[in-house]
Nanobody
Framework: VQLVESGGGMVQPGGSLRLSCAASGFTFSNFRMEWVRQVPGKGPEWVARISTGGDITYYADSVKGRFTISRDNAKKTLYLQMNSLKPEDTALYYC???????RGKGTLVTVSP
């Protein structure tokens, strides 16, 4: 299982970013996928989940209405569109298979004036 996240960066509050997660080493389309974030020194926070076909999505209350999870099974890629970013969204963002603790190295999102 290999997961490679990208797309992070530094943005001002109210800005947008689109994260990507390239998956390999397993049959991507067979697994529900998640985004999780973690602030250094704190525990991980689940952000969003998507069904295998991409038609069912779930979000943490803290991001609902601002973030959109999606996937392209042909490209074996998971996405997270983040809009109306807030300073409290600052974290290292990871993708993962549902229920699997294995993650990539993550991509850092910093929201700061």
């Amino acid at each position: 299982v290999q997961l490679v996240e990208s797309g992070g960066g530094m943005v001002q509050p109210g800005g947008s970013l689109r994260l990507s997660c390239a998956a390999s080493g397993f049959t991507f389309s067979n697994f529900r996928m998640e985004w999780v974030r973690q602030v250094p020194g704190k525990g991980p926070e689940w952000v969003a989940r998507i069904s295998t076909g991409g038609d069912i999505t779930y979000y943490a209350d803290s991001v609902k209405g601002r973030f959109t999870i999606s996937r392209d099974n042909a490209k074996k890629t998971l996405y997270l569109q983040m809009n109306s970013l807030k300073p409290e969204d600052t974290a290292l963002y990871y993708c993962a298979r549902e229920g699997d603790s294995r993650r990539g190295k993550g991509t850092l999102v910093t929201v700061s004036p």
